[in-house]
C-alpha cells in the first residue's frame, strides 16, 4: 500500500471516481446538511438516480429550499424533494425530526453528513459546539432513526444503510485528551481547548465512536433487520465548511484546495458510493469508494483504549437522555 501521503496526491490528481448509476428507485432517503456542499450534490445525485423521496435536512429552511429548487432545475424531477429542519445544535430539534421521521412509510438510507467547522470556542447545551453537533448528537439522531431503519429492512426484506461522512484530517488529531480523568468534560473545558485541533478531534471522535456503533450494531443478534453501516471519506473537497477560514493560514489553504481539492460534486461520489450499501462496506471506513485506511493510532491499542473509553461516555450521555437507546441498538 502507497504511503497516505503518496496516496492523497494519487487520488486527487490522477483518480477519476466514478460516476454514480446504480438506481436507488423506491427509496426514501436523509441527507443532513444537504443545503450546500457535498450534502446538496449527493442529494442531487439520489434524485437524478429515482429515489422516491428525498428528504433535505437543513438549518435554515430558506437554504434548503433555494437547495430544493436548485436540484429541480438540475434533473426535472421535483416530487421526490421535501425540506425538513434539523439543526444539529439542539437536542430538542433532533428529537423533533427523529420523531417526524419515524412516521415515514419507509426510511431506507440515511446519510449523516452535517458538520461545523468553526475557530472559536462556543458552547452549546454543555459542550463544545464542534463535539455537540458533530459528534453527540449526530449519534444522537442515529439511534434515534435506527428502530426505522430496523423496520423497513424486515418489513420489506431489504438492506439498509447508515452512512456518515468521515474526513482523512482524522489522522492529524493529536487527543491529548483521552488521558483526562474524563473526555467530554476536558473537551468542554474553554481554558485548555486548543481550537486549532478541535476539528480534527471531533473528525477522529466521529470515527472512533462510528467503529464502535457498527460493532455493536453487527452484534445485535436479537435485532431483526439487516442494517449497514459505513463512513465515507470524501477527501479534500472544495466547499463553504471553513467559511469562518482566518488569516493567512486559512488563505493558504483556502488557495491550496481550490488548486488540488475536488469538486463538492466529485465529492459527493464517494457519499454515494457509501449508500449504495453492501454487507462488504458494514463497519468499514470507505475512500475513493473502496475500503480505506484508518490512522495508525486508531489501529494501535492505544486508540482502541480511546475509542472504548470514549464510547462509554458517549453512551452514558446518551442513556441520560433516554434510558436504554445505546442497549443492543
Known amino acids: 500500500m502507497a504511503p497516505p501521503i503518496l496516496q492523497y496526491f494519487h487520488s486527487h490528481l490522477i483518480l477519476k471516481l466514478p460516476y454514480p448509476s446504480k438506481s436507488f428507485g423506491g427509496s426514501t432517503i436523509i441527507v443532513t446538511g444537504a443545503n450546500s456542499g457535498l450534502g446538496l450534490e449527493a442529494a442531487r445525485h439520489f434524485v437524478r438516480l429515482d429515489a422516491s423521496k428525498v428528504i433535505l435536512a437543513v438549518r435554515n429552511l430558506e437554504k434548503g429550499n433555494f437547495a430544493k429548487d436548485s436540484i429541480i432545475t438540475s434533473t426535472g424531477k421535483e416530487t421526490t424533494i421535501e425540506v425538513w429542519e434539523l439543526d444539529l445544535a439542539s437536542r430538542a430539534s433532533v428529537e423533533a425530526?427523529?420523531?417526524r421521521a419515524n412516521k415515514l412509510?419507509?426510511?431506507?438510507?440515511v446519510v449523516q453528513n452535517a458538520g461545523v467547522l468553526t475557530h472559536d470556542f462556543i458552547l452549546v447545551e454543555g459542550h463544545e459546539q464542534m463535539i455537540t453537533v458533530n459528534v453527540i448528537n449526530t449519534f444522537y439522531l442515529a439511534f434515534l432513526l435506527l428502530p426505522k431503519l430496523r423496520d423497513t429492512s424486515t418489513r420489506l426484506n431489504k438492506e439498509v444503510v447508515l452512512t456518515f461522512t468521515g474526513s482523512l484530517t482524522h489522522w492529524l488529531a493529536a487527543f491529548p485528551e483521552r488521558n483526562s480523568a474524563n473526555i467530554?468534560?476536558?473537551?468542554?473545558?474553554?481554558?485548555?481547548?486548543?481550537?486549532?485541533?478541535?476539528?480534527?478531534?471531533?473528525?477522529?471522535?466521529?470515527?472512533?465512536?462510528?467503529?464502535?456503533?457498527?460493532?455493536?450494531?453487527?452484534?445485535?443478534?436479537?435485532k431483526p433487520g439487516g442494517v449497514v453501516i459505513s463512513m465515507a471519506n470524501p477527501r479534500s473537497v472544495i466547499t463553504n465548511l471553513d467559511r469562518e477560514g482566518q488569516g493567512l493560514r486559512g488563505r493558504i489553504w483556502s488557495a491550496y484546495v481550490r488548486v488540488v481539492g475536488r469538486t463538492a460534486e466529485e465529492g459527493s461520489r464517494t457519499i454515494v458510493h457509501a449508500a449504495e450499501g453492501g454487507r462488504d462496506t458494514h463497519g468499514q471506513y470507505l475512500d475513493d469508494c473502496k475500503i480505506g485506511r484508518v490512522s495508525d493510532f486508531v489501529n494501535s491499542k492505544e486508540g482502541h483504549d480511546a475509542q472504548q473509553k470514549f464510547w462509554g461516555e458517549l453512551a452514558t450521555l446518551l442513556e441520560e437522555r433516554q434510558p436504554g437507546i445505546t442497549q443492543n441498538p
Not at 193 to 221: G, H, I, N, P, W
Open 105 to 109: 412509510e419507509r426510511l431506507d438510507i
Open 184 to 222: 467530554l468534560q476536558q473537551l468542554a473545558n474553554e481554558d485548555e481547548a486548543d481550537m486549532r485541533q478541535r476539528y480534527v478531534l471531533s473528525k477522529l471522535l466521529e470515527l472512533l465512536a462510528f467503529r464502535e456503533l457498527s460493532d455493536a450494531v453487527a452484534q445485535s443478534s436479537s
Open 97 to 99: 425530526f427523529a420523531a
